[in-house]
Structure formats: structure tokens, C-alpha cells
């Protein structure tokens, strides 16, 4: 440690939004070069290259195969999948001094997909996995909690071509129980979800959510097993109600109820017996959807009024477009701001505007919406009969305690950080770039893909983020920048001169250790940042050496024991070795 390039600090950086990016920054494995981007200092980059080591073993174990391509990648093959354009922002864009378009990639689908075409022709070379390693640019707006969300960083992509939806079931499961192996040899605690592709793509979809309270992912578990992202969630939709008998919609003053609980507390004393909740009333919300070619659409979810718009599920259902509040009600005198109802909406109604339901939404279902005039509201209002709608949409929020689709039980929301997700993106970017080989009979047939990310950068904070204590960071074994962290304390020249001894025994038996041989630094310090770089063992060589002892100290666990000198390095090598 006296030639290591290493400055710990003693106070959490300013920016430091979690105890990830603090430790990290404090620890010296990571420093800021710029908003998302950050420089690996070496102890942080051994880590790195751990997580890289563990990710690239289980991907060749599996049988795919590595190769690299640039980050600076032409225009033209994002054109023709339309990522050019649906990307929107996120993208960097850049030219070159002949005014080509150029960009920084965000992920290489289009790429391994090229690749493939212009070397492979038959269905004799299929099945085949591709992966690399690479570093990913996405303009994200708001670059936040350290390595978690940034502008640059390190992915592990993998692509699956086969002939046919059964090779791909294969490719898929191979790669699932690869991620498996993956996240149990980094220590990590995981969460296998069902998920939305999104603009990716494709049929089946899942994430491997690592569960933390700082994670930006919300997804739901039951207790019959089921999980998924929220986004993913489907409604349990109730069954229809035939119309005979209903009553008659009508209209009533309902003056100074532009929100829902006013409303329900003066249907309530129109109607005592009624016994009116927020779920009887029917939420019309109006959006503003920005098309990638920068058209702009107002679009409106009808949903039960006990229930809000979650923005990601509705962005995930309209994809590639992304969701702006509206603000247009000068431009649409027809929508009477807290009081919209759907008698006016729908592609075929009054206002032109496109009109979506929630999955509860069923017809014969009875509701209370506004009457499309302040103050009055219209009551038995029946799905179907006195209104219709252009399609329908997962757009509102799960609640806990919401049923499971697959009837396994209530759900429970939880809050994780994507680690990975596999998709089965099928023909899609195969289509679009006309990757086809010839099967055994001869005959073109289109090859059908796997998309498979890992998060490479991102673990380093999961893991991080998930191990740590009050002290500081406690890598796993697996992943440490060292195996011992070996602390020499006081200014007695035996003590330096004894742990320089131990320190080449353990690395000639095949350990990696961090020697701190600091002269001059208090025995306090070293302590202090042992504790603070996280090693999985610490050794101390100090006042004890004269009675023919040194401390071992697990750093998880804290246990400490007095080894004698002489048998020093078989219980350095146990504790590390077991």
C-alpha cells in the first residue's frame, strides 16, 4: 500500500446518492470523470475484472463464444430496425469530418445480427451463441446513484441463432441457467421476474432482479411463487355483466368535485345507501404521447379512480413513444378538466381522441365519470352500452394485495436493480436485416434470435451495495480485489520484516494480498481502512508478534483468533480456503 495508487477518504463524497457509490468513492475503487462516467482506480478495477472473470467463465462454459465489436457504429443498421429513430435521446449521435451519421452504441443487436449474415448461410452452422463484453452509451437525463445508472457502461451482450422457436426454447435456457450460475458465484441475491421486452422486442422476457430498497425496478412476488415487473403484471379481469336490468345512466350536480375523494363523499350523500368508494368511479387520465418522429398524440386511460397511472407500465405498453403530462385543454374545449367523460372519447367519438381502458373496465360494469360539464357527474354510466373504448391497457398501478394472474396467491411489491434480462427476441432484427440461411430442404428460412444482457459495471455496486456494513465494504471472496488484506502496525522493523515474510508465502500458495507496509501510518488508520476496502480476511502483524502471535479476522463475520507464528500461513490459507 506505500506504492499503490490508493486515497481513501474519511467523508462521503457530496453527490453520493447511496451507500454503493459513498464506499466506493471513499474506498478509492471509483472517482467521478464526469456526469455518468467514472475512472476504475486499480483496487476497483480488480474487482471489475473479477465480476468480468465469472460472467466470460460461465458464458464459454456454456458453450458461446466471444468476439468485440467497436462502440462507434454506423447509422445505417439502426435505420433499418427503426432504432435510429425510436431511441429518440438516449442516443449519442455523432459525425464524422465526410458528415457520416455515426453513434456510440447502446447495445449491438443489429451488429451480431450482421455478422452472422455475412459469415453463415446454412443450417448446418446454426445452432450459435455470440457475446462480448463491451462498454454501452446511453444519454441517460439524469445520471444517478453512482455505477447503478450512468452514461457509459460495461454490459456483457449475448445473442442466440437458431433455425428454428425450438432451438431458441434451448439457447434460452442455456443462457438462464448460465445467469443462474452467474449470480451465484457473485454472491448475489436475486430475483427471477417476468418482464415486458419493450423495445427490444420479441415474445418471452425475464429480468434477474437484484432486491434492494434503492432499486428503481418494482416488481411484485406471490406466495405461490409467481414474479414479475410491475410492468409485466397482467390485471385478473372480472367477468362481464349483462346489461338487462341495469339502470339508466344519469347525470347530477356534483358542484366542487374536480378530485376523487370529493367526488365520492357527495355521491355518497346523494346516494347514502349506496355505500360509494373510489372504486366505483372511472379515472379519465389525459396524456400526451411523443412519437420517435416527434409527432405528438393526446391519448386518455380510463381506469378506476382508486387506482393511479404507474408512467412505467404505461410506457411500456406504448413503446417506442414516450409520455408527457397534457397540457393542451385550450386546443380541446370537449375535455372539461376534472370532469372528462368517456361519452365524448374514442377515435369515433366527439374529441377524435384516442380512448383506453383499464382491464376492470368490462362491459355490463357500472360507473360514476364525469358528464363532460363542470360540476356535474354522470352515475350508472355501463361499460358497453352507454360507452365504448378503442382498445384496452395495463396502465394502472398494482396495489399489494392484488391477485396473482396465475392464481398463486396476493401479490406483495417489492423494489430491486436489474442485474440482467433474457429475451426471446424471434425474428425481428433477423427480418429487418435479412438474415436467413437455408434449411435441410434447401429452402430460405428466416433465423429466429436470443438477447441475453448482464449489467457488468452495475454488479460491482450490487454487490457492493448489498454487502457492506457500518464499517465499510465486504466484498465476496469471489469478487475481492485481494484474498488478505495484511496489516502491519507499530514501528518495530521485526514486525514489517515478519509480514513481508507472510505476505510471500501466501502469494507464492497462490493468494492475492494487499500488504499494508505504510511506515508511517497510525495503526488506527490501517484499521480503519481495512475496514473500509473490505478484504474478506485481515491478518494483523503488530505488538503480539514478541509473544509469537498474529490476528486473524474474518471481515464478515468480525470473528478474530491468535494464530502462532508458526502455523501462521496454513491458517491464513484455511480461512481463505475453508
Not at 500500500?1 to 453527490?15: N, V
Not at 482506480?41 to 458453450?63: C, H, K, S, T
Not at 455496486?461 to 495484511?486: C, F, K, Y
Amino acid at each position: 500500500m506505500s506504492t499503490l495508487f490508493l486515497r481513501t477518504l474519511r467523508d462521503d463524497p457530496a453527490d453520493a446518492e447511496v451507500p454503493s457509490h459513498r464506499l466506493l468513492v471513499r474506498g478509492g475503487y471509483i472517482r467521478r470523470a464526469a456526469p455518468g462516467g467514472f475512472t476504475w482506480l486499480p483496487l476497483g478495477y480488480r474487482v471489475f475484472r473479477n465480476v468480468e472473470r465469472i460472467v466470460r467463465e460461465e458464458m464459454d462454459a456454456m458453450g458461446a463464444q466471444e468476439v468485440q465489436f467497436p462502440a462507434l457504429l454506423p447509422r445505417e443498421p439502426y435505420e433499418a430496425t427503426g432504432r435510429w429513430t425510436e431511441y429518440g435521446d438516449n442516443l449519442f449521435r455523432l459525425k464524422d469530418r465526410r458528415g457520416n451519421d455515426f453513434l456510440l452504441g447502446p447495445t449491438h443487436e443489429e451488429m451480431f445480427t450482421l455478422l452472422v449474415k455475412d459469415l453463415y448461410g446454412s443450417y448446418k452452422d446454426l445452432p450459435v451463441s455470440l457475446y462480448q463484453i463491451q462498454t454501452k452509451y446511453r444519454d441517460e437525463a439524469r445520471p444517478r446513484a453512482g455505477l447503478f445508472r450512468g452514461r457509459e457502461f460495461t454490459m456483457k451482450d449475448s445473442y442466440s441463432f437458431d433455425v428454428d422457436d425450438a432451438g431458441l426454447d434451448r439457447s434460452y435456457a442455456a443462457h438462464r441457467e448460465a445467469y443462474i450460475r452467474i449470480f451465484d458465484r457473485m454472491g448475489l441475491e436475486y430475483v427471477i421476474v417476468s418482464a415486458m421486452s419493450g423495445a427490444m422486442g420479441g415474445s418471452k422476457s425475464e429480468e434477474f432482479l437484484h432486491p434492494t430498497s434503492i432499486g428503481e425496478d418494482t416488481f411484485v412476488r406471490s406466495p405461490g411463487g409467481y414474479a414479475a415487473n410491475v410492468e409485466a403484471v397482467s390485471t385478473v379481469v372480472p367477468e362481464s355483466i349483462p346489461f338487462d336490468g341495469l339502470p339508466e345512466a344519469h347525470v347530477e350536480d356534483t358542484p366542487d368535485t374536480p378530485t376523487i375523494e370529493t367526488l365520492v363523499a357527495v355521491a355518497n350523500e346523494l346516494f347514502p345507501d349506496a355505500g360509494h368508494t373510489a372504486a366505483d368511479t372511472l379515472k379519465n387520465v389525459v396524456v400526451t404521447l411523443v412519437h420517435p418522429d416527434g409527432t405528438r398524440e393526446p391519448l386518455v386511460v380510463g381506469l378506476p379512480g382508486d387506482r393511479e397511472v404507474d408512467t412505467k407500465r404505461l410506457e411500456a405498453q406504448v413503446s417506442p413513444a414516450e409520455v408527457e403530462p397534457f397540457t393542451d385543454f385550450a386546443g380541446h374545449p370537449e375535455l372539461v378538466k376534472g370532469y372528462i367523460g368517456p361519452q365524448v372519447l374514442g377515435s369515433e367519438g366527439k374529441s377524435g381522441i384516442r380512448y383506453l381502458v383499464d382491464p376492470r373496465v368490462v362491459p355490463g360494469s357500472r360507473w360514476i365519470t364525469g358528464a363532460n360539464e363542470p360540476g356535474k357527474h354522470v352515475f350508472d354510466l355501463v361499460a358497453g352500452r352507454d360507452f365504448t373504448w378503442d382498445g384496452v391497457i395495463e396502465a394502472a398501478e398494482v396495489l399489494p394485495g392484488d391477485p396473482a394472474p396465475d392464481g398463486s396467491g396476493p401479490l406483495e411489491l417489492a423494489r430491486g436493480v436489474e442485474m440482467g434480462h433474457i429475451f426471446q427476441l424471434g425474428r425481428k432484427y433477423a427480418e429487418a436485416l435479412d438474415l436467413k440461411v437455408l434449411d435441410e430442404n434447401g429452402k430460405l428460412v428466416t433465423v429466429t434470435m436470443g438477447s441475453y444482457g448482464i449489467g457488468v459495471s452495475r454488479a460491482v455496486a450490487a454487490i457492493a451495495e448489498s454487502t457492506h456494513d457500518e464499517l465499510g465494504l465486504v466484498w465476496p471472496r469471489s469478487v475481492a480485489p485481494a484474498d488478505v488484506h495484511l496489516v502491519a502496525t507499530g514501528k518495530d522493523a521485526a514486525v514489517f520484516e515478519y509480514a513481508e515474510t507472510l505476505a510471500a508465502e501466501l502469494v507464492a500458495a497462490g493468494l492475492t494480498v494487499l500488504f499494508d507496509d505504510r511506515p508511517k501510518v497510525s495503526p488506527g488508520v490501517k484499521f480503519k481502512d481495512a475496514e473500509l476496502l473490505g478484504m474478506p480476511t485481515i491478518v494483523t502483524v503488530g505488538r503480539g508478534l514478541a509473544d509469537g502471535a498474529i490476528e486473524v479476522r474474518d471481515r464478515r463475520s468480525g470473528e478474530r483468533s491468535e494464530v502462532a507464528v508458526a502455523d501462521a500461513r496454513e491458517a491464513v490459507l484455511t480461512a481463505v480456503r475453508g
